[in-house]
């Protein structure tokens, strides 16, 4: 399969607890996206990297929040202090670097914190 | 005038009959646009795509239509099946990077 992954599928936490997601993106691909999705909303953009480089970061990614591509392969998300609020499906995409390049998503990692 | 189609949060339609999915985009400046199918507890599944310069486009037993007049965009499927069942979205960018999505539709098969 030369998807995107993301791992793990699901991450149950308790408030208050750090958290750290991986994407795996489609090897080809320059661009790496981290989108949110909340249940019945369609996915919200938290940030975005060219290579190893984070172009733009979302208002919704709080200071709790960072992530990483250091090699311009994969990336990490880790969310720290987690908050019940937190808890949604956490979707990574990538795509090429080109004009009209659609983006294909990861099955994503859905996160509850209890 | 020209008829829109409204979007509607939830569609039922008979196995064997073409869907039809509205939506009703933000920006006017937004120049590429995508229709993803999401099942339950997958990621959205890339269906088809549309630049700004173009009107119509076709897939396999889908075809995407662009008014930008009105800031609109449908999805029609022809022959629904069963596994079409899903959430579908229609997303915009108008940045070449971040796309914005709109509300879903939610489609159901009848057999």
């Known amino acids: 399969d030369t998807g995107v992954s993301q791992d793990p599928r699901h991450k149950i936490t308790k408030r208050g607890q750090n958290v750290t997601f991986r994407c795996d993106p489609i090897s080809e691909h320059n661009r790496l996206y981290w989108y949110r999705q909340t249940l019945g909303q369609g996915p919200e953009f938290l940030t975005y990297f060219q290579n190893e480089a984070q172009l733009e970061k979302s208002r919704l990614l709080s200071d709790r929040f960072s992530a990483e591509r250091p090699k311009g392969s994969f990336s990490t998300l880790e969310i720290q202090r987690t908050e019940q609020g937190d808890s949604a499906m956490y979707l990574c995409?990538?795509?090429?670097?080109?004009?009209?390049?659609?983006?294909?998503f990861g099955n994503g990692t859905r996160l509850t914190v209890t | 005038g020209e008829s829109v189609g409204l979007h509607l949060p939830t569609l039922s339609v008979q196995e064997g009959d073409n869907s039809i999915i509205n939506c009703a985009y933000s920006?006017?400046?937004?120049?590429?646009f995508i229709w993803y199918k999401q099942e339950s507890g997958k990621g959205p599944q890339f269906i088809i795509d549309i630049r700004s310069n173009m009107d119509k486009r076709q897939g396999q037993r889908v075809t995407v239509l662009l008014n930008k007049t009105v800031k609109h965009l449908s999805l029609q499927i022809a022959a629904t099946q069963p596994g079409d069942s899903a959430v579908y979205f229609c997303a915009e960018t108008w940045n070449d990077y971040k796309l914005s999505f709109g509300a879903g539709t939610t489609v159901t098969v009848r057999a």
């Open positions: 920006n006017s400046a937004s120049d590429y």
């Open positions: 995409a990538s795509s090429l670097d080109t004009f009209a390049s659609p983006l294909h």
